[in-house]
């Protein structure tokens, strides 16, 4: 902003104390081309903002899938099978971290919980962390399953919510890992560029010195809308207005604990 103001005063200095405004410019073409980029910016924000709002859904469904899972397995499992209930509790918050920081593209090994029924090692040496966690929470599942402490019936009912946290995460995964087009974004910026860049000369001969502060604002707003635009679109990451993923999964483990009846202490 500093730079396009210093190059729009200079522009203002030449045209009206050295040519004398004998330079006669037009803002017709600008009011046609701004048309034009704020339907490119709405279309942009908008694709943005969709992908923002579509990996919140996601998120929501992880917390509903994770409660109606330990509602399922405490409705199913006798109140004095406390190992298990630890095991459930553990995999299943373990989960929602390792989704969370896979989608941030860091490791999250050293925040898991673990105990001696799946210490540390168990959850090395993969490059998918979630799906080696989702994979022994099937095994204590089919377990449970084999021994005979889950029929048929409830068998195929926590089948279906296990595989609800796959669908998620690939859900998750395709917003990460499709970007908006890089030559869209690119053309956007370079159209900002060459709107402001222009709009001095056909501002000074109507506005004056005033066409200064406008200018300035103008980019303030069109540059704003771009950002704004590319902080959102990546809704999994650590910025202020990505998504509270830390707070749902401390939100995820403590309705998790208290659901499968265990004490409050981790």
């Known amino acids: 902003m500093l730079g396009v103001a210093i190059f729009t005063i200079l522009v203002e200095i030449v045209l009206i104390d050295l040519v004398d405004l004998r330079y006669k410019g037009s803002y017709a073409v600008h009011s046609l081309l701004g048309f034009v980029i704020s339907l490119l910016l709405v279309f942009r924000t908008n694709t943005a903002y969709e992908r923002w709002w579509e990996g919140r859904k996601l998120w929501g469904n992880m917390v509903n899938n994770s409660r109606n899972l330990v509602m399922e397995l405490n409705a199913y499992l006798p109140e004095n099978e406390k190992n298990d209930r630890e095991d459930l509790w553990l995999l299943i918050s373990n989960y929602v971290l390792s989704a969370k920081e896979h989608l941030r593209n860091s490791s999250a090994l050293l925040q898991l919980t673990t105990n001696e029924r799946h210490p540390l090692s168990a959850f090395t040496g993969t490059s998918h962390l ?3 966690i989702l994979s022994r929470l099937y095994d204590l599942v089919s377990k449970m399953y084999r021994e005979k402490r889950i029929n048929d019936y409830e068998f ?3 089948n279906h919510e296990l595989q609800e946290f796959t ?12 970007p908006i087009p890089y030559a869209y974004s690119i053309f956007i910026k370079k159209f900002i560029f060459i709107y402001v860049m222009t709009m001095p000369f056909a501002f000074v001969s109507d506005f004056g010195y005033w066409a200064i502060p406008i200018v300035v ?5 069109l540059s704003s809308l771009e950002l704004i635009a590319e902080e959102i679109e990546d809704p999994f990451g650590r910025d202020d207005n990505d998504l509270s993923t830390d707070e749902l999964c401390v939100t ?3 309705n998790t604990r208290e659901i499968l009846q265990l004490d409050q202490a981790s």
Do not use: D, Q
């Not at 669908?167 to 499709?178: F, M, Q």
């Open 130 to 132: 979630p799906a080696r």
């Open 156 to 158: 195929l009912n926590l």
């Open 167 to 178: 669908n998620i995460i690939g859900a998750c995964e395709r917003i990460k890992n499709t």
């Open 217 to 221: 604002f103008v980019f303030y707003v």
């Open 252 to 254: 995820i483990s403590k």
